[in-house]
């Protein structure tokens, strides 16, 4: 029964301007809620339908991407009343923190990077695109690389998709890092070998991209 399936174990682990991520255990297993919340200056229809579509999304692509082999948290359950999704909680620490808590050596960054720039890889070989890459969005659990917060990303992706995949992890890594050309170098290394097809045009729109934004 639902009331006994979803019990809530802890204060907010993120209260985001589009949602709010709770820590519960779902039959027995560690679980988080992440609610969409209402926003004020939308329509209450218009808002109804927004929350709704991209917790759809948000569930689509969590399940299509681990379909590619890619390391996604399972969908437990869906509250739609509460626009709210269940899903497995990913043991291990955010790319922000690894980066930012000083407790990676530089040769686990560079491997965490490459590992990022690999999995990212083979998201787009695959025809996905993340459209929110920043390192709250990524997990680390010390071995494999997990993709949340999916309900930006197109599976009819442009090169302008992927390009501006790469180049939020470029000013991701610019911010985070005291020397990101070495690591988005390790970076792209790794996104090589997930995207051998891809990785010459979309680096090259990346920086083009990187080129508007700087003169622009
Ligand atoms: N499945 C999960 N496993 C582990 N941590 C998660 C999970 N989902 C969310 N989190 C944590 O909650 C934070 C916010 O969740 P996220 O899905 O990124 O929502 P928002 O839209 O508010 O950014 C993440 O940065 C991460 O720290
Ligand atoms: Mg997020």
């Known amino acids: ?19 709010t991520v709770v820590a519960e255990s779902y039959l027995g297993l560690e679980a988080i809620r992440k609610t969409r919340v209402s926003k004020a200056y939308r329509a209450e229809a218009f808002d109804r339908r927004i929350r709704n579509e991209r917790l759809r999304a948000e ?6 991407a681990r379909r590619m082999g890619l390391r996604t948290p399972h969908v437990f359950d869906i509250d739609e009343a509460a626009f709210a999704i269940i899903m497995e909680r990913i043991p291990g620490r955010t ?25 990212l890889g083979k998201l787009h070989a695959g025809g996905m695109s993340h459209g929110d890459l920043t390192g709250s969005n990524v997990v680390w659990n010390g071995k494999d690389i997990a993709f949340i917060d999916m309900s930006m990303g197109s599976r009819t992706p442009e090169l302008e998709d992927f390009g501006i995949d790469l180049h939020l992890v470029e000013e991701d890594f610019n911010t985070l890092l ?39």
Not at 11 to 19: I, Q, T, Y
Not at 59 to 64: G, I, K, N, Q, S
Not at 183 to 211: C, D, M
């Open 59 to 64: 569930v689509r692509l969590l399940r299509e």
């Open 1 to 19: 029964m639902e009331e006994v399936a979803h019990q809530t174990v802890g204060s907010p682990l993120s209260d985001g301007a589009e949602a």
């Open 95 to 119: 790319l922000t923190e690894v980066f930012t808590d000083g407790k990676a050596s530089q040769q686990e960054v560079l491997g965490v990077a490459a590992r990022l720039g690999e999995a």
């Open 178 to 216: 005291p020397d990101p050309p070495i690591v988005y170098q390790a970076f792209l290394h790794g996104y090589a070998l997930g995207n051998p097809s891809g990785a010459k045009k979309n680096t090259a729109r990346a920086r083009e991209i990187k080129g508007r934004v700087r003169y622009s």
